[in-house]
T-cell receptor, first 112, second 117 residues
Framework: LAKTTQPISMDSYEGQEVNITCSHN???????ITWYQQFPSQGPRFIIQ???TKVTNEVASLFIPADRKSSTLSLPRVSLSDTAVYYC?????????????FGSGTRLSIRP | NAGVMQNPRHLVRRRGQEARLRCSPM?????VYWYRQLPEEGLKFMVY????????ESGMPKERFSAEFPKEGPSILRIQQVVRGDSAAYFC???????????????FGPGTRLTVL
């Protein structure tokens, strides 16, 4: 499983765009990149997944450069409710269901 | 469609007692995973089960911990003779069987917070 590195914490303000970058230098050909969000006292929630280029859904966008050695989760116009821990993880797209390896995540704090 | 259910949400035990944590997966999901989270840390995988089978228990402590997912009823994580170090949040997740399994997409419950006095 490829190891990921992401900032321990980030601060921003309401209405700003927040970009959280994750490094995964040893990503394998079959690996997908997945992001989870965890609010305090809740279980993690899947928010977005991608393989290359750009993926967008109603919650966030995920940018993946051509070499795939990093990825950036982009949260547009954040609000206080986006305060959470964000986890980046990578793994084999062709593997059957298996455990998720969570890192320490990025603790995002949004201020008014 | 109800999400993953866990109960109890909070559990207090004294050292030496047993803790039983229950998890009901989402409807139609046959894969269940248990994770443990210490304060200010990420989740750590414990065990992965399918109905009546343990698929991967590489994260389970060798002693005092066991898990099951019977043909009928919820999955149970059992901790015998609890110690203070077992105090943590225990999360259960579920995913559907193939071909509906989306890689790395698991649905998590709200967790059970175990406090050992």
């Amino acid at each position: 499983l490829a190891k990921t590195t992401q900032p321990i914490s980030m601060d921003s303000y309401e209405g700003q765009e927040v970009n959280i970058t994750c490094s995964h230098n040893n990503i394998a050909t079959n690996d997908y990149i997945t992001w989870y969000q965890q609010f305090p006292s809740q279980g993690p929630r899947f928010i977005i997944q991608g393989y290359k280029t750009k993926v967008t859904n109603e919650v966030a966008s995920l940018f993946i450069p051509a070499d795939r050695k990093s990825s950036t989760l982009s949260l547009p116009r954040v609000s206080l409710s986006d305060t959470a821990v964000y986890y980046c993880l990578v793994g084999d797209v062709y593997s059957s269901a298996s455990k998720i390896i969570f890192g320490s995540g990025t603790r995002l704090s949004i201020r008014p | 469609n109800a999400g993953v259910m866990q109960n109890p949400r909070h559990l207090v035990r004294r050292r030496g007692q047993e803790a039983r944590l229950r998890c009901s997966p989402m409807k139609g999901h046959s894969h269940v995973y248990w994770y443990r989270q210490l304060p200010e840390e990420g989740l750590k995988f414990m065990v992965y089960l399918q109905k009546e089978n343990i698929i991967d228990e590489s994260g389970m402590p060798k002693e005092r911990f066991s898990a099951e997912f019977p043909k009928e009823g919820p999955s149970i994580l059992r901790i015998q003779q609890v110690v203070r170090g077992d105090s943590a949040a225990y999360f259960c997740a579920s995913s559907p069987p193939p071909p509906d399994t989306s890689y790395n997409e698991q649905f998590f419950g709200p967790g059970t917070r175990l406090t050992v006095l």
